[in-house]
């Protein structure tokens, strides 16, 4: 079955970086454009990036523009959030998503503070 499970979450201070992993299975990966979204406590879940299943394409929100990178590397199954220059309102679980098989994986926090 579709497996999406995220790694790399942590505690960071602000200005500082982290990676995220989120390593599928049970499907063909290199098929589908996959996403990363978010949800902070007490708001709604949201967009932050998504990349085509070629890693050709990309889209960011504006909130994380010139910060973060989406990349992937369809040999190892896995996609990628390259995260710079945190910020206290990056706080959120971190979510990868396949859009078009409408599965996610089960989040890994991500915590900004000093």
């Known amino acids: 079955q579709v497996q999406l499970v995220e790694s790399g979450g942590g505690l960071v201070q602000p200005g500082g970086s982290l990676r995220l992993s989120c390593a599928a299975s049970g499907f063909l990966f290199s098929a589908y454009a996959m996403s990363w979204y978010r949800q902070a406590p007490g708001k709604e879940r949201e967009s932050v990036a998504d990349?085509?299943?070629?890693?050709?394409?990309?889209n960011y929100a504006d909130s994380v523009k010139g910060r973060f990178t989406i990349s992937r590397d369809n040999t190892k199954n896995t996609m990628y959030l390259q995260m710079n220059s945190l910020e206290s309102d990056d706080t959120a679980v971190y979510y990868c998503?396949?859009?078009?098989?409408?599965?996610w994986g089960q989040g890994t926090q991500v915590t900004v503070s000093s």
């Open positions: 990349i085509s299943s070629t890693g050709g394409s990309t």
């Open positions: 998503y396949a859009r078009l098989l409408g599965s």
